[in-house]
């Protein structure tokens, strides 16, 4: 299958979390044209399984939409960090609560027609109460979800961010 060919490369915006760049690229049939591109981090997603067989998920407020939203634990990975110590790193911060056991399921591109942001998916269990340590997690609310309702929340929108439906899913269908 041909390829763009990147000419050359603007950065619009360089911050904190994600850059902006517009790519100059050429189509495979000689035609010039532009492709805006959000660069993030790889970041981590974990279905998260307590000793009761429910799922941990987390009550938050996201800036970006305006609303809470009710996800699968997720964060980023910092530099040189592997992604497993990055689930349980998070897991602490967002849940209280630290994986003993650690299985990579998958891992997919959150919106490759325009982002680079990739998630490692992982499932997490035998999970062990600890000590919440973040400063920013004061407004996460953890809720228990049994396997049984996903497709109910998921329909009714109660779930509707991409990576808790892909990695729900996921899971549910590894352990139909």
């Known amino acids: 299958m041909p390829v763009e060919k990147v000419i050359s490369t603007r950065y619009v915006f360089k911050g904190r979390a994600v850059n902006l760049r517009v790519d100059t690229v050429a189509e495979?049939?000689?035609?010039?044209?532009?492709?805006?591109?959000?660069?993030?981090?790889?970041?981590?997603?974990?279905?998260?399984?307590?000793?009761?067989?429910?799922?941990?998920?987390?009550?938050?407020?996201?800036?970006?939409?305006?609303?809470?939203?009710?996800?699968?634990?997720?964060?980023?990975i910092e530099p040189g960090e592997d992604p497993a110590a990055a689930v349980r790193r998070e897991m602490a911060e967002e849940t209280g609560y630290e994986p003993?056991?650690?299985?990579?399921?998958?891992?997919?591109?959150?919106?490759?027609?325009?982002?680079?942001?990739y998630l490692h998916l992982y499932l997490a269990t035998d999970l062990v109460p600890r000590r919440l340590e973040a400063e920013?997690?004061?407004?996460?609310?953890?809720?228990?979800?049994?396997?049984?309702?996903?497709?109910?929340?998921?329909?009714?929108?109660a779930i509707c961010d991409a990576k808790s439906i892909a990695g729900l899913l996921t899971y549910l269908r590894r352990t139909a």
Not at 47 to 74: C, F, M, N, S, T
Not at 100 to 117: H, M, V
Not at 137 to 155: H, K, N
Request: hydrophobic fraction near 35%; charge should be negative; proline fraction near 6%.
């Open 136 to 157: 920013d997690t004061a407004g996460i609310e953890v809720v228990r979800v049994p396997p049984g309702d996903v497709f109910e929340l998921i329909q009714s929108g």
């Open 28 to 76: 495979p049939d000689g035609r010039e044209t532009t492709r805006e591109v959000v660069e993030h981090a790889e970041v981590i997603c974990v279905v998260a399984v307590d000793g009761d067989g429910k799922l941990l998920l987390v009550r938050q407020y996201r800036e970006a939409i305006g609303r809470e939203l009710l996800e699968i634990p997720a964060g980023g």
């Open 100 to 117: 003993r056991k650690l299985e990579r399921l998958s891992g997919f591109y959150s919106a490759p027609g325009f982002c680079t942001e």
